[in-house]
């Protein structure tokens, strides 16, 4: 995988409403992640590739550059894989040990091989507003989160329960 693919949000909402909600209740074989308020009440829900695999792209708060998390949902663990960064901008970097340093084609630089696994499998974030384009991608699937709910504070969690055969609640 090469560049940075930042590609616009969803829109409008009724679009990705709709792309989230195709896949049928019941499913269950392929991988979800759940996007949940912190009281555990659902927003919404992204169906992930069979691989596991999933990014959470946004605009840099200062420079309004693209910046990308890259993660894996694997036996029940969910693990930041890579990060892009467009520039070494406020806060962007890397960090002695923890993954290597590698120019991206197009711009912009990747993060290779963090391989940090998230405590609970559970990524809580503050969403920003739509400026900001918080925003969720799979393969086909895409999810804005800054459009459902800006400014809140949620939890992205995989569903491992889908997984395994049963429904998401």
């Known amino acids: 995988m090469t560049g940075h693919r930042g590609g616009g949000g969803c829109a409008p909402l009724a679009a990705c409403l709709a792309l989230v909600l195709a896949v049928p209740a019941g499913a269950g074989e392929a ?54 960064l467009h520039d070494f901008a406020a806060g962007l970097g890397t960090l ?17 091989g963090i391989d940090a696994p998230l405590p609970d499998a559970t990524l809580p974030l503050r969403v920003g507003r739509p400026g ?23 939890l992205i969690r995989p569903d491992t329960r889908a997984g395994e055969g049963g429904a998401p609640d």
Do not use: K
Not at 51 to 59: E, V
């Open 31 to 84: 991988p979800v992640l759940r996007i949940e308020r912190t009281d555990g009440g659902p927003i919404a829900e992204l169906p992930l590739e069979a691989d596991g695999r999933w990014c959470l792209h946004w605009a840099h708060s200062v420079t309004g550059g693209a910046v990308a998390d890259c993660f894996r949902v694997e036996g029940g663990e969910m693990v930041l894989e890579r990060s892009f």
């Open 96 to 112: 002695p040990g923890r993954g290597t340093l590698h120019s991206a084609e197009g711009g912009g630089y990747w993060i290779e």
């Open 132 to 154: 900001v384009g918080h925003r969720l991608a799979s393969g086909p699937h895409h999810l804005a989160l800054s459009e459902l709910a800006p400014g809140r504070r949620v």
